[in-house]
């Protein structure tokens, strides 16, 4: 007994099944960068004076009107901020701002209060840390108050023309699912898989493209697919036609 007990235990354990794993397709990869290019291209083409929509003349501006665009719309901010930078011309001056008179001129773009002490805070440090000027590089921008990677990236790739990232706004990341350029629902994934797919000198205007067709024809509801230049490289399943 005790050496048929001896043989059982020197039987070598069965083998696990070798897991099969799909062999990467270099055609396919190949593929998707083609279409990637072929859609930026005719957007280009639909739209070749796109760019950023918010009236500004200098980067604090941009960077204020960038700040109270959160959850409204460019057309709103254009509409409040020539009274505003009239009366607000430097970044001291916005620091110093009174608080009730900010909270007024700014009220229409929504979430006044938490927007006029993002940007009266975020002022005073430009102000007294870095002499008034906005600074141009994505570490110094998001430590400022108000200040995440969109607007960062609007205000890198807009007022200093720096590629470090590309802007998420609702539109790129609505047209990044449709177009299946990313699976993700956050947006610092998504900017992570378009920086991947598009080459970096590409990044800044991307996003105007992108941003620019999703108002006109890639809309949120009923999209005008009969009229977009690309209907025949999307495979969404939102698509009209």
Known sequence: MAAR??????KP?????????????????????????Q????????YPDAKCALDHENPLQLLVATILSAQSTDKMVNSITPALFNKYKTAEAFANADTAELETLVH???FFRNKAKSVKAS??????????????TMEELLKLPGVARKTANVVLGVAYGKAEGIVVDTHVQRLSRRLDFSKEERPDKIEQDLMQLFPRNKWIQLAHLLIHHGRAKCVAVRPKCAECPIEDLCYSEDKTV
């Open 39 to 46: 859609i930026f291209s005719r957007l280009e083409g639909a």
């Open 5 to 10: 007990k001896a043989v059982a235990a020197a």
């Open 13 to 37: 354990a069965p083998k696990k099944p070798v897991k099969k794993t799909t062999p990467r397709n270099p055609a396919a990869k190949k593929t998707k960068y083609l279409r990637a290019e």
């Open 123 to 136: 002022c005073r440090i430009i102000a007294e840390q870095y002499s008034g000027k906005v600074p141009d």
């Open 108 to 110: 229409s773009t929504g």
